[in-house]
């Protein structure tokens, strides 16, 4: 079965500083990747994701994740963060299930708390 | 295009009721699925629905149960609650399996 590991449950960084969300994955085959955002009280926005093709992706609000086979990864990434980018973060795996339909699952999310 | 919505928004029951929740997809999305989040627990996976068949299930009691109608839309239905059936449940529709799905703002049922 597929899962997702995000490794850091909570990330604090400055306004205007880099950022680099971790996720791992684990699925036999090639995964359909994603990142989603979600508000407080609100629901999950989709970032970015991957399907096939160039291993690095680019998504909304100036984000980019790239898909790394080797490793096993999906790192979320943005160069200079905004204090309206605080928010949950969650990677999740589609990838086919028993019903021979994709569904997806996801990783237990990293906060991300942004600083003056 | 209209998001995904769903009602209602905000909902407290008491232990032992049923409750009934409801999702439109968006405009031409035929497939919707379920997904509760909880503190613990996390983004689970419900179940999916596909021109008015189920076509995926997660790992819930059959106290979960859902149905599709002709118009796509959705509604998830959790007889017998219990305090943990807590959560903010999310609904997600996307135009065809392999997809992206796109997600509703949610509904959070209360149990007291």
């Known amino acids: 079965a597929q899962s997702v590991t995000q490794p850091d449950i909570h990330i604090t960084v400055s306004e205007g500083a880099s950022l680099e969300l971790r996720c791992n994955y684990s699925y036999g085959a090639t995964p359909y990747l994603f990142w989603y955002v979600q508000s407080p009280g609100q629901g999950l926005q989709l970032l970015l994701k991957?399907?096939?093709?160039?291993?690095l992706v680019q998504g909304i609000k100036g984000f980019e994740a790239e898909f790394k086979r080797s490793q096993s990864s999906f790192n979320l990434r943005k160069p200079s963060v905004h204090w309206s980018d605080a928010a949950e973060y969650f990677c999740?795996?589609?990838?086919?299930?028993?019903?021979?339909?994709?569904?997806?699952?996801f990783g237990t999310g990293t906060r991300l708390t942004i600083i003056p | 295009k209209a998001g995904v919505t769903q009602t209602p928004r905000y909902l407290i029951k008491t232990r032992g009721q049923q409750v009934t929740l409801s999702c439109s997809p968006i405009s031409g999305h035929r497939s919707v699925s379920w997904y509760q989040q909880t503190p613990g627990q996390g983004l689970q996976f419900l179940f999916e629905y596909f021109s008015e068949t189920q076509r995926n299930k997660g790992n819930f009691p059959g106290r979960f149960s859902g149905r599709q109608f002709s118009n796509s839309r959705s509604e998830m239905n959790v007889s017998t609650l219990e305090l943990g059936d807590s959560a903010l449940y999310l609904c997600?529709?996307?135009?065809?399996?392999?997809?992206?799905?796109?997600f509703g703002p949610g509904t959070r049922l209360l149990v007291l």
């Open positions: 991957y399907f096939s093709g160039d291993t």
């Open positions: 999740a795996v589609g990838a086919q299930s028993n019903f021979g339909n994709e569904k997806l699952t």
């Open positions: 997600a529709s996307r135009l065809a399996i392999q997809e992206t799905q796109y």
